[in-house]
Structure formats: structure tokens, C-alpha cells
């Protein structure tokens, strides 16, 4: 390894410096390299380059393989993600019921003293088809300056936070078809707390996310001021809406104009 290297010092030792023309060649054709995809730079015939003009293709070349790697990795990372939503999305028929439910896979976060939750869910029935966002977080009043003297914590209505606002990025209000508030009671030194949100996602959401190959950001905030934010990533929606498509026929429009809902999926 060591002799390697020292062959690859003085190789760059030995290599004669770059003449004035050769310096102008490599600064004019420099922006031309980068422009150019990775397939039409590996087409250049190296051969007829002069030193400064292979300076400037090798510089552009590393640049786009370097990038090409960063959108591989990207691209997979996306198909990971919608082959777990369409595997985990789940459908459920009841004969007492005429809407067929539909969940999306559960994704959660955890943050100091606070545990959340969310999942997409769809209702498909007679009067048309619903989504919503279902957001979860449990939370607790764990106090760091509690004294062994201090009396047991309490629940008031001061408590809870209230989730009660909620807005899609850019600030449009998102409408919050339902809250539910539940308590575990108190130990000690904390009580525990659980809040569920029903988040309104209009199917023109879901379109414009198609459009623009993007996530669907979520803020709900609360009475208290805290502030929860979700991300309904890119992925997770395309393995979400294919599922549904491919088990209940619905978004056949959508799947005909976006490429992505119908690339063929490896799922075992």
C-alpha cells in the first residue's frame, strides 16, 4: 500500500505543469464538462483532450459520478420506502359497515417526554372516498425540578395541550375532522398523557404531491403551544395510493397520468 503510494506522489511530481494555453483550455471547457451527463462525458474520446482539457473532464467526471451515486441512493431509498407502505397498508371490509377502511402503515417519532404516531386512512363507500391524516402523541409532565418533598403530580385541565390547528406547508389550514384526549393516570413523579388528531387530507393534496414528486408536510399545533410536525413522505404516499389502486380500482386516473404508480415493484 505504502509503495502505491509513493508511485502516485511522484507520478504527480513527474507530471509537467500546465502551459498557459492548456490553463485557458481547462477554465473555458470546465462549465461545457459539467453541464453534460455522466453517459455523454464517458463518450469523450480522452485521448484528443490536452492536459488542461483532461484536468477539467476528470474534475467534471468525479462531480457526476459522485452525483449519479447521490441520486442512486436517493431512488432506492424511495422504492424501500413504497414497497413497505403498499405491503403494510391495510384493508379492511366489514359486512355490518357498506365503507371499505383503509390504513396506511404506522410511522413513529420519538422526542424527549413525547411519543408520536400517525398513519394515512382512506374511506371508500357509497357517498364517495375520504383521507385523512391520524396523528397520535403521548406526552407526560415529568417535572426535572421535582423535590422528594413535592406532592404527587395531579391532572387539571391545564394539563393537556389541546391539539386544535393544524396546516399544510406554505400555511393553508388543514381541517381537523376529530380529537380524542386520554390519560393513563399519574405515578410519582409524572402523569401520562395521550391526544389523537383527525387530520382532513383533501385528494387534491394528494395530486399536487404527484405532481411535484414531493412530501406532504404537516404542523399541528396545540392550545399550549407546542408545536408537532409530520411528513408524509413521497414514498409512503405512492405505496399507500397503489395498494388502494391495485386492491380497489380507485385512483385509475392518477395512475394513468403518473409513471410512478404503475413501475413494476419487487415485493417477495
Known sequence: MKRHLLAFLLLCACAPPLTDIERSHMQEVLPKYQAMSLEELRAIDTTLLDGGQQVAFKKALREAEKQRRKEERAERKRLAQVIKAYKYTDIRRSPYERD????????????????????????????????????????????YNRTPDDPPPQITPGSWRIYNRASFYGGEPAAINNTRQSDSGCDKVQCDFEETVWIDLPYSKIIEALENGGDIDLRVVARSGDKDYITISHGDLVGYIRRIHDELGYFKEATARFPELREPLPIK
Do not use: H
Not at 402503515?105 to 372516498?129: C, N, Q
Open 100 to 143: 371499505i377502511r383503509v390504513y396506511g402503515r404506522s410511522i413513529s417519532e420519538l422526542f424527549s417526554m413525547t411519543d408520536s404516531s400517525w398513519y394515512l386512512a382512506a374511506s371508500f363507500g357509497p357517498d364517495g372516498a375520504s383521507f385523512e391524516v391520524i396523528y397520535t402523541v403521548d406526552y407526560n409532565n415529568f417535572d
